[in-house]
């Protein structure tokens, strides 16, 4: 079963950058495409972005589109989302998982951006 661990998370000021990274463990890690999705308080999780098997960004939600970076590492197993311009509505858990989301959902990483 694939692990996943997230970390990177913290508090910034609006205008601040992160950069989160995600750990799979296992051998398939090269094969799947891999998202980052987050879930700001009372709302619904939510797919960021997206990195094909063949480390193409895809599928950015529009709120991130040019702030947010996704790439990967896959002789690590790991997944990074470089994030600048950091703004309050981006305050939320962060977690990795397939794109679709198939795998069991790591605890996530919490990023908190002051105004």
């Known amino acids: 079963q694939v692990q996943l661990v997230e970390s990177g998370g913290g508090l910034v000021q609006a205008g601040g950058s992160l950069r989160l990274s995600c750990v799979a463990s296992?051998?398939?890690?090269?094969?799947?495409?891999m998202g980052w999705y987050r879930q700001a308080p009372g709302k619904q999780r939510e797919l960021v972005g997206g990195?094909?098997?063949?480390?193409?960004?895809?599928a950015y939600a529009e709120s991130v589109e040019g702030r947010f970076t996704i790439s990967r590492d896959n002789a690590k197993n790991t997944v990074f989302l470089q994030m600048n311009g950091l703004e309050p509505e981006d305050t939320a858990v962060y977690y990795c998982?397939?794109?679709?989301?198939?795998?069991?959902w790591g605890r996530g990483t919490l990023v908190t951006v002051s105004s």
């Open positions: 998982n397939e794109l679709p989301p198939l795998l069991g």
């Open positions: 990195i094909t098997s063949s480390d193409i960004p895809i």
């Open positions: 296992g051998s398939t890690f090269k094969f799947r495409g």
